[in-house]
Antibody, heavy 121, light 107 residues
Framework: QVQLQESGPGLVKPSETLSLTCTVS??????????WGWIRQPPGKGLEWIGS???????FYSPSLKSRITISVDTSTNQFSLHLKSVTAADAALYYC?????????????WGQGTLVTVSS | EIVLTQSPGTLSLSPGARATLSCRAS???????LAWYQQKPGQAPRLLIS???GRASGIPGRFIGSGSGTDFTLTISRLEPEDFAVYYC????????FGGGTKVEIK
């Protein structure tokens, strides 16, 4: 059974870089049938897609966040990561990592439990 | 970027009732790449429907997705107590975007 687990600092200072990692267990980030993505949810609000990555390193980013984000994948550790630079209070949210099934559901079919990120000095 | 508008914002219904949730896209969603998710408090979203009408693994038959183009609907034929939650639609055609959500609450 595939499971995803987010990890990273829960507190980031304004203007600094938010860095999160998602560890995949029970499956492989090298699977050609899946993309791996990041989605966030500000407290009490809706979902926002941040970006996704394929095992080859191909990335797709949200147009509104593209200038500030980098998503990478490490097949040796079975992890993928998110880096969001120059954070502000608007970036405070619950950050989820999720698996996207290509060609089958074409949706996020497995999600991590999420990690809460606060932006404060 | 395709904007998804969900309505109503809140749906107040009794267990056993039929729920009809709407998701309207600002432009046609390619190949009906439209999904529905359920989110309960303190939990991650769960995939219910993909491809506009295909139920995900383990999803009960009372969850029915329909629609095409710009208008999509999620119907819950008879609400069970565990169905009271927030529901989001999401499109994958032009980038990936989510709707604002519909909360189904107990009346």
């Amino acid at each position: 059974q595939v499971q995803l687990q987010e990890s990273g600092p829960g507190l980031v200072k304004p203007s600094e870089t938010l860095s999160l990692t998602c560890t995949v267990s029970g499956g492989s980030v090298s699977s050609p049938r899946h993309y791996w993505g990041w989605i966030r949810q500000p407290p009490g609000k809706g979902l926002e897609w941040i970006g996704s990555i394929y095992y080859s390193g191909t990335t797709f980013y949200s147009p509104s966040l593209k200038s500030r984000i980098t998503i990478s994948v490490d097949t040796s550790t079975n992890q993928f990561s998110l880096h969001l630079k120059s954070v502000t209070a608007a970036d405070a949210a619950l950050y989820y990592c999720a698996r996207w099934a290509v060609g089958s559901s074409d949706a996020f079919d497995i999600w991590g439990q999420g990690t809460l990120v606060t932006v404060s000095s | 970027e395709i904007v998804l508008t969900q309505s109503p914002g809140t749906l107040s219904l009794s267990p056993g009732a039929r729920a009809t949730l709407s998701c309207r896209a600002s432009q046609s969603v390619a190949s009906n790449f439209l999904a529905w998710y359920q989110q309960k408090p303190g939990q991650a979203p769960r995939l219910l429907i993909s491809g506009a009408s295909g139920r995900a693994s383990g999803i009960p038959g009372r969850f029915i997705g329909s629609g095409s183009g710009t208008d999509f609907t999620l119907t819950i034929s008879r609400l069970e107590p565990e169905d009271f939650a927030v529901y989001y639609c999401q499109q994958y055609g032009s980038s990936i975007t989510f709707g604002g959500g519909t909360k189904v609450e107990i009346k």
